[in-house]
């Protein structure tokens, strides 16, 4: 059975990223959907940073299981540069 992968992406106010983390409820409806349609085992990746460019311990793991290249540096790079263009 092959396998999809829905990455949940969040960029919370830094008090709220464990939480947001956490809440991956909101999608049930759809993985199952998903699911249901094309036969496929479904793998959810919350891939959270802070507006100030917190992270979790646990996005190092989830980005390592992701195909591709990727860089925590480059993600806390964009949130803070995008909270920054937002205050600006």
Do not use: F
């Not at 396998?3 to 909101?26: D, F």
């Not at 925590?72 to 949130?79: E, G, H, M, W």
């Amino acid at each position: 059975m092959k396998t999809y992968i829905l990455i949940a992406g969040a960029i919370p106010a830094k008090s709220y990223v464990k939480q947001k983390e956490a809440e991956n409820v909101r999608y049930k409806s759809l993985r199952i959907g998903i699911q249901r349609l094309w036969n496929l085992k479904r793998m959810v990746m919350p891939v959270i940073s802070g507006a100030t460019g917190r992270v979790t311990k646990v996005l190092k793991k989830n980005l390592e299981a992701m195909p591709g290249k990727h860089s925590i540096d480059s993600l806390q790079k964009t949130a803070v540069l995008g909270t920054s263009h937002i205050i600006w």
